[in-house]
């Protein structure tokens, strides 16, 4: 157990010595003092106790006022950008996991966070931006991507944990000008209908799990739509317009682990069907037809209807 500082003990000593006097307000008035310090007084039968303070709450924040940093000059090698809707522990593994294998470079890591952990959780080098509980899945990304200040953004979700180098591929990748998003899994289509894994290099979508691109184009065309609430097709959809924007998405071989993607496996299967297919009709009113931006293209254009 923790040993309560002396000065902390002395409080409490003329605090209980107030309260024997019946000098009630100079006893609560020790009590703030003590409760500064980051201790606070139980008061039991056989007398007061002194206990760590719970950690204090941080003020949860609007998504849409959180600072943007994407037009100042970028000063770290990476940002490495983590959403928690739940599974913080998942997170914490997969910062770690970055801390191991990236030390020769400066990283930031920025944690969007709709619950209740407490942000020490995560460590003193990362900052933890704390949303309101209601926040959707876009616009609490999008506020951890306005913190960004490394000259490479790196979206991750919590399923994921390096086991090696991952910065240096993909920085190797987006040297290329030509790339506006890579990541470790790609996926392609024929129709707009039907999506499927493709080994790439170019695929026509980077999926959300590991996305990764240059600051300047999650600058001008790479935040995600916040009307995606829930994450499904919300990769897809900013990969298409990373593509209309003239760039390519690609793949790029990455050392990392896979785990279990929590909200897939939390969320009940009629619910993931009805929240997919209302996501894939918002990709569908902006990119209904295009199948100029797909690797492969089918011979005959086809208006897709997910049915």
């Not at 007061?48 to 849409?64: K, Y």
Request: a negative charge; charged letters at 30%.
């Amino acid at each position: 157990m923790t040993e309560v500082p002396e000065e902390v003990r002395r409080l409490a000593d003329e605090r209980q010595a107030a309260r024997e006097a019946g000098a009630f307000a100079a006893a609560d008035e020790l009590r703030d003092r003590i409760a500064a310090l980051g201790y606070r007084v139980v008061d039991r039968p056989e007398g007061p106790s002194l206990e760590p303070a719970a950690p204090a709450v941080s003020p949860r924040v609007r998504a849409g006022d959180v600072q943007s940093l994407l037009g100042e000059t970028p000063n770290a090698d990476a940002t490495i950008q983590w959403l928690v809707e739940g599974w913080a522990d998942d997170v914490v593994r997969g910062i770690a996991g970055f801390r191991s294998v990236a030390r020769d470079r400066d990283v930031q890591h920025v944690v969007a966070d709709v619950t209740e952990t407490d942000p020490a959780a995560y460590g003193e080098d990362v900052e933890v931006l704390g949303l309101e509980p209601e926040t959707g899945w876009g616009a609490a990304r999008n506020a951890g991507l306005r913190r960004s200040r490394g000259r490479i953004v790196v979206v991750v979700d919590g399923s994921i944990e390096p086991t090696g180098d991952v910065l240096g591929p993909i920085e190797r990748v987006l040297a290329d000008p030509t790339v506006g998003v890579c990541g470790p899994f790609g996926i392609s289509t024929r129709d707009l209908r039907e999506f499927h894994e493709s080994p790439g290099p170019d695929v026509d979508a980077v999926e959300g799990y590991l996305m990764a691109f240059r600051r300047d184009v999650i600058r001008d065309v790479g935040l995600f739509d916040e009307r995606f609430r829930w994450y499904r097709t919300a990769d897809i959809e900013c990969s298409f317009r990373i593509k209309d924007a003239g760039l390519r998405a690609v793949t790029v071989e990455l050392a990392v682990a896979r785990h279990e993607h929590r909200m897939w496996a939390s969320t009940p299967a009629a619910e993931r069907d009805r929240l997919s297919k209302r996501n894939f009709y918002r990709f569908l009113e902006r990119f209904r037809g295009r199948f100029d931006l797909l690797v492969e293209p089918p011979p005959l254009e086809r208006d897709p209807d997910p049915g």
